[in-house]
Nanobody, 113 residues
């Protein structure tokens, strides 16, 4: 089955860190760029970060630039999102996706004191 499975979410205090993982299966992961998205309660899903197939090119939404880092390990078919200095507004369900996958279940991130 062509899919990503997201994990690593949880409850964290403002200023804290989390590392999300996204495991790919069923397709040639190393050939495709991958993006992270998030959806906050009551809001549209938004793009957060993207990484090229080799990992050589990354890009970020302005709201997370300098705080989040996207990376990938093609040997493990996995993409990561390191999230530091988390803010209340980072709360939401985080998803990863490439051009050949559907939306997965996502992983919940809650930033709360």
């Amino acid at each position: 089955q062509v899919q990503f499975v997201e994990s690593g979410g949880g409850l964290v205090q403002p200023g804290g860190s989390l590392r999300l993982s996204c495991a790919a299966s069923g397709f040639a992961f190393s050939l495709y760029g991958t993006n992270w998205y998030r959806q906050a309660p009551g809001k549209e899903r938004e793009w957060v970060a993207g990484i090229s197939s080799t990992g050589g090119v990354t890009s970020y939404a302005e709201s997370v630039k300098g705080r989040f880092t996207i990376s990938r390990d093609n040997a493990k078919n996995t993409v990561y999102l390191q999230m530091n200095s988390l803010k209340f507004e980072d709360t939401g369900v985080y998803y990863c996706k490439s051009s050949v996958t559907a939306w997965g279940q996502g992983t919940q991130v809650t930033v709360s004191s």
